[in-house]
Structures are given as structure tokens and as C-alpha cells.
Nanobody, 125 residues
Framework: QLQLVESGGGLVHAGGSLRLSCTTSGFTLDPYAIAWFRQAPGKERERVSCISYEEGRTYYDDSVRGRFTISRDNTKNTVYLHMNSLKPEDTGIYYC??????????????????WGQGTQVTVSS
């Protein structure tokens, strides 16, 4: 089965850190770009970060820029989202998604071929 698998979520106090992982299952990570999304209770899913396949170019939403870092290790078929200085408003289910062609401005996929099931992140105040 072709899918993405997220891990690394959990409960953390405000100001803490977590590292999320997104690993491919049944296919290799390259040449896909990866995006991380999150969905808070009662809110729409929002994109927070992307990383392209070529040159690993990155994008961050204003809400996470300077606190989150996205990276990829193609040899491990894994993309990471390092989250520092976490805030209660970062709480939600975090999903990763893979796509081929990307927008030149954001380096985020134009459309998504694969999605993960999500991992819960809870930040307590």
C-alpha cells in the first residue's frame, strides 16, 4: 500500500519542542515534494511548511516561520518537521502530503498524490 506515515507527535508544554517524521511506505521519497499541514479542532486544515525535491527549497507559513524547520533525508525516505518554541495554538493533528510539480513561489506541491493519517500534537499552556 502506497502511503505516508507520520510519527513523533505528543503532549508538550508551551515553549517545548517536538520533531515530527513523515516516512514513505511502498514508494521512495524522491522526486516528491512534501508539505506539512495541521488541523486544529473546529478549524480548517492549514498548510504550515513545504520542502521541494530539487535543492530542498523550503516554505513556511508566517505563523511558524522562525520556530519550525523542515528537512528531508532521501536516503531514509523521510521528511522531518522540527518544532521549537511551541505554543498552545500549534495544537492540532499534523499531516504530511506528497506531490510532484511545485509552485515556483512557495515550492509547495500543486496537487497531492499521497497523504498520511496524521499525528496529534498537543501543546499545554
Amino acid at each position: 500500500q502506497l502511503q505516508l506515515v507520520e510519527s513523533g507527535g505528543g503532549l508538550v508544554h508551551a515553549g517545548g519542542s517536538l520533531r515530527l517524521s513523515c516516512t514513505t511506505s511502498g514508494f521512495t521519497l524522491d522526486p516528491y515534494a512534501i508539505a506539512w499541514f495541521r488541523q486544529a479542532p473546529g478549524k480548517e486544515r492549514e498548510r504550515v511548511s513545504c520542502i521541494s525535491y530539487e535543492e530542498g527549497r523550503t516554505y513556511y507559513d508566517d505563523s511558524v516561520r522562525g520556530r519550525f524547520t523542515i528537512s528531508r533525508d532521501n536516503t531514509k525516505n523521510t521528511v522531518y518537521l522540527h518544532m521549537n518554541s511551541l505554543k498552545p495554538e500549534d495544537t492540532g493533528i499534523y499531516y504530511c502530503a506528497a506531490g510532484g510539480r511545485v509552485y515556483t513561489t512557495t515550492h509547495c506541491p500543486v496537487r497531492y498524490n499521497y497523504w498520511g493519517q496524521g499525528t496529534q500534537v498537543t501543546v499545554s499552556s
